[in-house]
T-cell receptor
Framework: NAGVTQTPKFQVLKTGQSMTLQCAQD?????MSWYRQDPGMGLRLIHY???????DQGEVPNGYNVSRSTTEDFPLRLLSAAPSQTSVYFC?????????????FGPGTRLTVT | DAKTTQPNSMESNEEEPVHLPCNHSTISGTDYIHWYRQLPSQGPEYVIHGLTSNVNNRMASLAIAEDRKSSTLILHRATLRDAAVYYC???????????FGPGTRLSVLP
């Protein structure tokens, strides 16, 4: 199993540009989520999905869109990048939203918005 | 969401045991206690979780107080590779997101 993969690893955007951060998992996990981590801070939840076709907002959803058309993929779209979105983005997956299942994290995407 | 409180930072010497505390006085009966750690420049990784009884795995042990209002993650012999930020998280068994606080930054001295 590749686990949770994220692309790209690094990205530089100009203010106002849009892009999609890709996330995929090959473990047939039901629950997927996106976090952002600013320097020296903990992770904050952006959006999550409890299954294909179902998404919901987390703590900091503004400026981001998600979709979950398949179990495997959970892309995160930045609609119009702003310097405040400079951060490291982590995707995670878990067998289920319910129950004490561990989350598996991807390696992260480091995004800089100038 | 039930909250956890952890020290900002701790230090340990290599090959000595480390006890990382976590307070969670508002824990509910269906909350599991999860521990994750984040090595430098990596995503978090699972360490251990428990509900009421103490738990052991190959990475660590989790000691849970009888009233469940606190817990301690025990690394039996710290190595340099254990230097990381450790997060204590409560999560309801019936469905809830993981909420990460600032965690405890563990430094391991050679």
């Amino acid at each position: 199993n590749a686990g949770v993969t994220q692309t790209p690893k690094f990205q530089v955007l100009k203010t106002g540009q849009s892009m999609t951060l890709q996330c995929a998992q090959d473990m047939n996990h039901e629950y997927m989520s996106w976090y952002r981590q600013d320097p020296g801070m903990g992770l904050r939840l952006i959006h999550y999905s409890v299954g294909a076709g179902i998404t919901d907002q987390g703590e900091v959803p503004n400026g981001y869109n998600v979709s979950r058309s398949t179990t495997e993929d959970f892309p995160l779209r930045l609609l119009s990048a702003a310097p405040s979105q400079t951060s490291v983005y982590f995707c995670a997956s878990s067998y289920s939203y319910r129950g004490p299942y561990e989350q598996y994290f991807g390696p992260g995407t480091r995004l800089t918005v100038t | 969401d039930a909250k956890t409180t952890q020290p900002n930072s701790m230090e340990s010497n290599e090959e000595e045991p480390v006890h990382l505390p976590c307070n969670h006085s508002t824990i509910s009966g269906t909350d599991y206690i999860h521990w994750y750690r984040q090595l430098p420049s990596q995503g978090p990784e699972y360490v251990i979780h428990g509900l009421t009884s103490n738990v052991n795995n190959r990475m660590a042990s989790l000691a849970i107080a009888e009233d469940r209002k606190s817990s301690t993650l025990i690394l039996h012999r710290a190595t340099l590779r254990d230097a990381a930020v450790y997060y204590c998280i409560l999560r309801d068994n019936y469905g809830q997101n993981f909420v990460f606080g600032p965690g405890t930054r563990l430094s391991v001295l050679p």
